[in-house]
Every structure is written in C-alpha cells, then in structure tokens.
C-alpha cells in the first residue's frame, strides 16, 4: 500500500485543528471558570489558584498572539485581492500587548506578592490593546470598504467612546474615581480603559456594518466586545475596590482572547469584487449610520442637566468640546463620502 504524503498528513492534521476552533477556545475558558472548585478539590492554596488564573490568562493572549502572527505571514503568502497582513499583524501587536501586561500582573500579584500598584507596568500592556485592536480591525477590513468609510469608522467609535465616557463621567465615573484614585495619572488611567475599549468595539461594528460580514472579522468584534464589557468592569470594581481575581471577570478577559485566538483559525478573509465593489457587501443601514449621535445627543442633554445644577468641572467641558469637534469632522466625512 502506498503511504500518504508526509505533508498532506500535516495539511490533513491542520485542516482538523482548524475546522474546531471554537472548541479549542472553550478550554481555557472552562479552566479559569472551574478554577476555585478545581483550587478547593486539589486542596491548592489561594495564592496558587491566583498564579494559576493569571499564567492561563497570559498563555492565552499569547496564544492570540501567535495565531495571529501566523495567519499574517499566511495571508502575506497568499498575495491576492482582499489578503491585508498588516491588520492581522497590527492584532499580533495588540495581543501581545495585553500578554505583556498580564505577565506584569502576574509578577506583582503572585511572584512580588505586592498589591499592583496603580498606574504600573501591567497597565501600559492592557492599554497597549486598546489602542491597537481598533486600527487592527480597521486594517483587516481594508479592501472591504473605502478609505473614507474606513476613517469614518474609526471616527465612529471614537464618538462613541467619548459620549458614552462623558455620561458616565458625568453622572456616576466622575464622582466615584475622584475619591479613590491617589494621582492624577491613575485617574487617566482608570478613564482610558473603558474608553479604549469602546473605541475598538464601535469600530468593529461600524466596520461589520459596512463590509461583507466575514466570520474572522466577527469573531474579532466579539472578542474586542468581551474586552469592553470586562474593563469597564474592571474599572467600576477597582474604584470600589471589590476586584479580585479569579471571578467573573477572568473569565470574561479570557472568552475574549480565546476567541481572537480561534478567530484566526477561520477561514476566509474580506474579499473586493472584481469590479472594486464589496462583493455581497452588509450596507450599514440608516439607523447603523446614525449610531454616532444617538450617545452624542444623550450626553449633551445629561451635561445641560447638569449644568443647570451646578457648575460645570473642567473636565466635562474640555471632553464636550472635543465630543463636538469630532462630531464636525465625522459630518464632514459623510459629506465627502
């Protein structure tokens, strides 16, 4: 009997691992979700069922990390319409990022045995992805849509992010993070997290909404949405100072990059038609193209509210004006576009 090629063996191989990435996702996830029965049946110590939760966390965003780098230097390879490596590797940057800041953690929490100070090392890692996952997103979907529409995204986002940032500022974040926080730089910090976070989400379902809806590019949405949801509670628990790890929250940061890390393994990419069209292309509908100001009207009647109360902080007013001018330009964009 003739053997099989020792390639189509390892291509046969791959094609398995490839074709369940969503269950290769669900591992790690379980493990950190079982960690505090697991740490109880092992008869572990708290400290060990710490270190353990956060080495998982790193290994996984690492393991995004390095898929994402892969599939880069596979759509590098593959050199046709629609294949944009510098996205995929602008996402190997951002996980790697956040991979970096939780090995930080790490060594505070579980090696130092120290309370993580506030700012530190761990934090420019975390904030490193959310300033580089909306350009990721942005980038992978390049082909897909105009370069307009792209910056308009992007936009998008940004307003997004910084309306919703003001209402929360505004009525509840303000207030709370101003009573913890013990420098003026751990307040930005605390700030920039959620804000981060919704840029890259609103991105990503801008971006959705004027591309074909391509399964890697959803995935990534997901992912960058876990990410969101988590930080903003990262933030809340921090200020009221109830986080811990191994709850829920580790749970949702790593769901979030098991399924960048599984998004990678998909296959498909965003893909032009020959014409220079969006083949089958997701038009964003009228009420996706008026999403931006729907939180912008929000947040300024909240800070006429309040101004009506009291007297307005500096801080509010100087996010309002940018708020505006970032509105102004997303206008002029639509105009041009």
């Known amino acids: 009997m003739t053997p099989r090629p020792a390639h189509r063996s390892r291509r046969r191989s791959g094609d398995r691992w490839r074709s369940h990435p969503w269950l290769l996702a669900a591992l790690p996830v379980a493990l950190v979700a079982l960690a505090d029965p697991l740490q109880r049946v092992l008869a572990l110590s708290p400290a060990a069922g710490t270190a353990v939760v956060g080495v998982t966390e790193a290994a996984v965003a690492a393991a995004a990390a390095v898929l994402s780098g892969l599939r880069a230097r596979r759509e590098r390879a593959a050199d046709g319409p629609g294949r944009r490596p510098g996205g995929w590797w602008l996402l190997t940057a951002a996980t790697g990022s956040w991979a970096a800041g939780q090995c930080a953690w790490v060594v505070y929490e579980s090696v130092l045995r120290v309370e993580v100070p506030a700012p530190s090392f761990a934090d420019v ?23 307009t529409s792209r910056v308009r995204s992007l936009l998008d986002g940004v307003i ?85 790890t191994g709850g829920l929250l580790d749970v949702l ?85």
């Not at 990721?136 to 105009?146: D, E, K, L, N, T």
């Not at 920039?192 to 399964?215: E, G, K, Q």
């Open 160 to 244: 997004i992010a910084v309306a919703l940032f003001l209402i929360s500022w505004t009525l509840v974040l303000g207030v709370l993070v101003h009573q913890v926080a013990p420098s003026l730089l751990a307040l930005l910090t605390s700030a920039a997290y959620p804000v981060s976070d919704i840029i890259a989400l609103t991105t990503a379902l801008a971006v959705l909404s004027r591309s074909r809806a391509d399964r890697a590019l959803v995935g990534i949405s997901v992912g960058v949405a876990l990410m969101a949801v988590s930080d903003s509670l990262f933030v809340y628990l921090s200020a009221a100072g109830e986080f811990s």
């Open 125 to 147: 890692g975390f904030l490193g992805f959310g300033a580089l996952a909306p350009l990721a997103v942005v980038a992978i979907s390049h082909g897909a849509v105009r370069t």
């Open 253 to 337: 940061w790593t769901a979030a990059f098991a399924v960048i890390a599984a998004s990678t393994l998909v296959r498909g990419s965003v893909r032009e038609s020959g014409d220079g069209s969006v083949a089958g292309s997701v038009r964003g509908s009228v009420a996706l193209k008026a999403l931006p100001y729907v939180p912008f009207a929000v947040a300024t009647v909240v800070v006429v509210v309040e101004a009506a109360r009291r007297p307005l902080a500096g801080t509010t007013l100087a996010v309002l004006v940018v708020l505006m001018t970032l509105v102004f330009v997303r206008q002029a964009l639509v105009v041009l576009d």
